[in-house]
């Protein structure tokens, strides 16, 4: 049981933990969740001991191991393999010295601690969390420095699941994985036999893998059953109730306070009063709950163009005279939201590179609209900015005609206000920096964005506020993302970039995370065989929808220009004697737009139950 009690400790000054305290039971599995800067981190490192407590006591059952994933990603020459069986240390050190023991007794206590700690089958449960994290069997003999710091990242990560501590801390796990891997990840920490304390703002994450959120805000610690949309709805409970309390109180200090002042210079007042400045001193103020500001995304709005705006027939892509994509036949619309699936390694980041001209195509043919603007974020341009130069003048370097007010609206208008404009790129936070970069992929407006991992270092607040800004933005989105959540709201199209090619997935993202989790199992055919009815393909239903959204399109026209009508057929002067023919006129374009809106309504309704029927199939 990790029990914290009564902690206090400030960083520069600034107090992150003031009292706060908290119980965590053994072999739960907890989400620790708050906003960007309020010491979710910092806590990690107190329950570690890497830093000192001004007050208060973090403590956990005798010899219980705590484990998380180490700052230095592993780049020696050895083994992905053998870093990982390392980890466990106890194992390593009887292994070696079973090699070189001569006494029989101490031969003999050797083998049988090996037993208990099933130490013949740890080669194959570290080749399988190796296989889970996206590590295949010719990949798990190389050395860790034959891979990207990213990639060594994810052995750090099997290392720490493989040694299985009693406390297994994780801090922000999914930022170097990809959707694979987090989907594994989050079966595998239901399994997992001890406590777990993850950092996290994936909201799929802290809904599948955890069963208690602790929350950090406003320097206390609040521990809630359930996983992330039961904390979400009982703390809207628990503050609706503050924010009444509050109010209520108000009135009733109001209401005291409005005695004190009628009746405080009256003798015949002045011990009710008195009595009642006693009560207001006594009264200890309920606080109504402060908002943080809201985040924001807004993206500029592009022009309409005729579709398709990207095409291609029978094209190819790849690097020197290596094909890494072929035979690929696509199409895009303004008003298409595609997600890319697949395996890192098929060809996700190159297909992304090919449509936004970033790469040729090497065979085949490619066209796209005149003047069409494309719009590209991926993680390493966080990564790319200036570090000695301030959001401002990055943007000035885009915008060198606009004036400050301007380009200070542009920042505000992604979240980042006056102090972060003026503030050097090294000192701002990582979802500060993401922001950044997202404002300056979109400033052009263009007709197509195209967003690889973007929500890495985003806070939930902020990862919502940016499935907001997808949904309003009237161009079209390419999506990459291990964001379950963010997929599911923002995209309506899937792609599957695999074997090669990218031809579109016919199921939804529910049915692709069941065959990912499924791909170990030996049967699953009968799961291919289950639908009878022969479900519309993702283009129909994409054509239902288009239908849908022009439908409304027109009735919300129609009924603009009812109103402008009534408007005008409301003027009582357009019933004056001189006005008599034009009345006629105006009362038959009345009657043409409401025939024809009510003919709208019917075809919307018809093409939204068409929808409906093609989507429950």
């Given at each position: ?12 000054g ?23 800067g ?50 466990d240390t ?81 801090d ?24 777990v ?6 909201r ?15 320097r ?5 059953s ?24 108000d ?12 009746f ?14 006693k ?19 807004t993206?500029p ?21 290596k ?8 199409r ?19 297909l ?95 007709h ?86 022969k479900?519309?393909?993702r283009?129909?239903?994409?054509a ?10 027109r ?30 006129v105006?009362q ?30």
């Open positions: 049981m990790l029990r914290i009690k009564d902690i206090t400790y400030a960083v520069e600034r107090p992150l933990f003031e009292g706060a305290s908290a119980t965590i039971p053994n072999g739960h599995k907890v989400g620790l969740v708050g906003r960007n309020t010491g979710k981190t910092t806590l990690f490192r107190l329950i570690y001991g890497e830093l000192v407590l001004e007050s208060g006591d973090i403590s956990l059952p005798n010899r219980a191991r705590i484990g998380g994933i180490s700052q230095e990603a592993p780049s020696s020459n050895v083994s992905l393999i053998n870093t990982v069986l390392a980890a106890e194992r390593a050190s009887l292994m070696a010295e079973s090699e070189t023991a001569t006494d029989p007794h101490r031969i003999a206590d050797i083998q049988t601690r090996l037993v208990d700690i099933d130490a013949w089958s740890a080669e194959a449960r570290a080749a399988s969390i190796l296989k889970g994290l996206g590590f295949d069997t010719e990949a798990q003999q190389r050395p860790c420095s034959d891979f990207s710091g990213g990639w060594r990242m994810r052995v750090a990560l099997a290392a720490v699941l493989f040694s299985e501590p009693d406390l297994l801390l994780l922000e796990p999914t930022n170097y994985l990809d959707l694979e891997g987090a989907l594994w990840l989050e079966a595998y920490l239901v399994k997992y036999p001890h406590t304390v993850i950092i996290s703002h994936d799929e994450l802290l809904n599948r893998s955890v069963n208690g959120i602790l929350h950090v805000e406003e206390n610690l609040t521990y809630y359930g996983n992330y949309d039961q904390f979400a709805r009982q703390r809207a409970a628990n503050r609706a109730v503050q924010a009444a309390a509050a109010k209520k109180q009135l009733r200090r109001a209401h005291l306070q409005g005695f004190v002042d009628r405080k210079a009256k003798a015949s007042k002045a011990k009710q009063a008195q009595s009642r400045v009560m207001l001193e006594k009264m200890e103020t309920i606080r109504a709950p402060e908002d943080a500001a809201r985040t924001v995304f993206f709005e592009p022009e309409e163009m005729s579709p398709p705006i990207i095409a291609t027939e029978g094209a190819s892509v790849g690097y020197g005279d094909v890494i994509l072929s035979k690929m036949d696509l895009i619309d303004q008003d298409d939201r595609i997600a890319l699936l697949g395996k890192n390694g098929e060809g996700k980041s190159t992304a590179k090919m449509l936004s001209a970033r790469l040729e195509v090497m065979s085949g043919k490619m066209t796209q609209s005149n003047k069409l603007r494309i719009g590209f974020f991926a993680q390493h341009q966080v990564d790319e900015l200036f570090i000695d130069e301030t959001p401002l003048m990055h943007l000035q370097r885009e915008r060198p005609g606009e004036g400050q007010a301007r380009l200070r609206a542009r920042l505000a208008g992604f979240g980042l206000g006056a102090d972060q404009a003026d503030t050097e790129v090294g000192r701002l936070s990582g979802g500060q920096k993401a922001r950044l970069s997202l404002l300056l992929a979109t400033i052009d407006a263009p197509m964005l195209i967003l690889d991992e973007p929500t890495n270092h985003l806070d939930i607040e902020s990862r919502e506020a940016l499935v907001e800004a997808l949904t309003a933005y009237s161009g079209a989105v390419i999506l990459v993302s291990h964001d379950m959540h963010l997929l599911s709201l923002v995209a309506d199209r899937l792609w599957l970039v695999s074997k090669g090619t990218v031809t579109p997935y016919e199921g939804d993202l529910a049915s692709y995370r069941d065959l990912l989790l499924a791909r170990d199992k030996p049967a699953a055919k009968p799961a291919a065989q289950k639908p009878k009815v479900r519309p393909t283009d129909a239903i994409l239902l929808r288009s239908d849908a959204r022009k439908s409304e399109q009735v919300a026209k129609l009924t603009q220009m009812k109103e402008k009508l009534d408007t005008k057929l409301g003027d009582p002067e357009m019933y004056e004697p001189e006005n008599k023919d034009q009345a006629k105006w038959g374009k009345h009657a043409e737009v409401m025939t024809a809106l009510g003919r709208a309504e019917i075809m919307w309704m018809k093409a939204l139950e068409k929808l409906e029927k093609a989507e429950a199939q």
